[in-house]
């Protein structure tokens, strides 16, 4: 009996979801096993001894906010510094004993990351996330530029990173402020996909009120995306948030 295309089309978008499912699970695994190694090293070098760093979430799926194990035997000195040390880590989100309620959270000077907005405006200085004409799906020629921007991000997750799309001035101006936005949106997902925190991505669409400098509103250059490494807040330990408390 022939397989009617309505069902052979419907099968192959499951299976290409299910696909893009294992691809983004894969590069979260990667995510948390990068941040574990790094938090591992960081407490070695704490001089502790037999403390873990978790980096998963209560249900189980890759989290960059650990629950530190063990240690049931040390000072609360020394559970201080291995708190201080694992928040250090570029990318680790809040830490919390898993004997204590506590956490460490953001607070003291923000900074800009400028070595990663530095890195990615490399990249695309000579290259431009492409998309489908007058749609939002990102062009296949540019998955491995995707590919690029998400290593260079990687280095300042904990970051604000500011995801911008842009049009040109062709077309009634809702529908660009629309499309923009849309294509912002399938960037995030693209980065999501790869690994980068969500929770840290922004977007926004302007249209075509933001053309680049010395071209005509109509230019096509003026579609384009661009990030914006915005500021880090560091990681750090406030008095009334000692990670002791058990």
Not at 34 to 49: H, P, V
Not at 79 to 92: E, N, Q, W
Request: charged residues 25%.
């Amino acid at each position: 009996m022939p397989v009617r295309p309505s069902i052979a089309i419907v099968a192959g978008a499951l299976a290409t979801g299910a696909l893009a499912m294992a691809g983004a699970a894969m590069s979260a695994k990667e995510l948390q096993a990068e941040l574990a190694e790094q938090a591992a090293q960081a407490i070695e070098e704490t001089g502790a001894d037999g403390v873990e760093a978790r980096f998963v979430s209560p249900s189980s799926w890759p989290s960059r906010h650990p629950i530190l194990e063990g240690g049931e035997e040390l000072d609360e000195n020394m559970r201080t510094r291995i708190a201080r040390a694992v928040a250090a880590v570029p990318g680790v989100g809040g830490v919390r004993w898993a004997d204590g309620e506590v956490r460490a959270h953001s607070g003291g000077t923000e900074y800009t990351p400028t070595h990663c907005q530095d890195d990615v405006d490399a990249l695309l200085r000579a290259r431009t996330i492409r998309f489908e004409e007058s749609r939002s799906t990102i062009d296949s020629a540019s998955q491995e530029l995707l590919d690029e921007v998400a290593r260079a991000l990687r280095p300042c997750l904990g970051s604000i990173i500011a995801i911008t799309g842009h049009t040109d001035s062709s077309g009634p101006e809702p529908g660009n402020l629309a499309l923009s936005m849309e294509r912002a949106q399938a960037v995030r997902q693209a980065l999501i996909a790869r690994g980068i925190p969500g929770d840290g991505l922004r977007t926004r669409g302007v249209g075509s009120s933001e053309p680049v400098e010395g071209l005509a509103p109509t230019d096509p250059a003026n579609r384009r995306i661009e990030f914006s490494v915005v500021a880090t807040e560091p990681i750090a330990i406030s008095p009334i948030d000692l990670p002791g408390a058990r």
